[in-house]
């Protein structure tokens, strides 16, 4: 008995300490971006002022009144939301059908799903940029980068959200069958709050990744339809992230999803951990 209270004891201690430790070093890279921000261009790259310097707003007022931050951000807001909101509008219906009524082809088309994510993001660029641009004529617009990002983001929410119906009995839906409900009210009234943490965690994913998506939203756009990943790409110093002026708009830019993560933290932990408690 001495050896196992011995042993909680240690756990108690040892694993907690461990998580501290590893997350503050994840962290890392953001403090230090954050600190850096409050620094000049020329505090900025001083071995002398690494830790001992005098704040600054300079950079923050710069990004605000030289480089139209707010429609950058404005863009950003409206192309991950709505990418979001239209990923899951097809991704909701598509997971119900496959997890309730799979057919002997839906893991050969989940696992084809899957396999578009290996696609070279390159390989496409030349060949979307020429149609958008020469035929389509919807090169940098937010229509163009709504669709890119939900069909992006498609494969990955289908998949998440396909596991977390699964864990839901089909016997519930088959009684909403018998009262007479339909296939939508299936869906509204008693597939989405049963598995509410797992379409709210899924959610917030695929408002993540359409936030941080860089590379086509820098690509596809030039000014109308920009977003902050193209603010801060046009901000970049050969000197890296270590200018202030960057580092402010960085900051800036995941401000933002920062505390949008906060303040959703809680069900998207109970989103993730759904299935553990069915």
Not at 143 to 154: A, C, D, E, P
């Amino acid at each position: 008995m001495a050896i196992v209270a011995q042993e909680t004891k240690f756990s108690r201690i040892f694993w907690p300490t461990l998580a501290w430790v590893v997350a503050l070093i994840f962290f890392f890279p953001i403090f230090w971006m954050v600190f850096t921000s409050f620094k000049t261009d020329a505090d900025a790259v001083k071995p002398e002022h690494l830790l001992f310097f005098t704040p600054t707003l300079e950079n923050y007022a710069n990004m605000t009144q030289n480089y139209d931050y707010w429609r950058f951000a404005t863009n950003s807001v409206i192309t991950s939301v709505f990418a979001t909101a239209f990923t899951l509008f097809v991704g909701v219906p598509a997971a119900y059908a496959m997890a309730f009524n799979p057919s002997r082809h839906t893991k050969d088309i989940l696992m084809w799903m899957l396999s578009t994510k290996m696609l070279p993001a390159a390989a496409v660029l030349y060949p979307m940029t020429f149609l958008t641009k020469n035929f389509l004529g919807i090169f940098d617009t937010h229509f163009l980068i709504i669709l890119v990002l939900s069909l992006i983001n498609l494969p990955i929410v289908i998949w998440m959200l396909f596991t977390y119906f699964k864990e839901i009995p089909k016997e519930i839906i088959e009684a909403g069958k018998m009262d007479g409900v339909n296939t939508w009210g299936e869906i509204k009234d008693i597939l989405i709050p049963l598995a509410w943490g797992g379409v709210a965690s899924t959610a917030l994913l695929c408002f993540i990744f359409c936030w941080n998506e860089a590379y086509w939203t820098v690509r596809l756009t030039t000014t109308e339809a920009a977003t902050l990943s193209k603010l801060i790409e046009g901000n970049r110093a050969p000197e890296g992230l270590f200018f202030g002026r960057l580092s402010a708009v960085s900051t800036a830019a995941v401000g933002p999803i920062v505390v949008l993560g906060w303040f959703c933290q809680k069900q998207l932990v109970q989103g993730l951990t759904f299935g553990a408690v069915k």
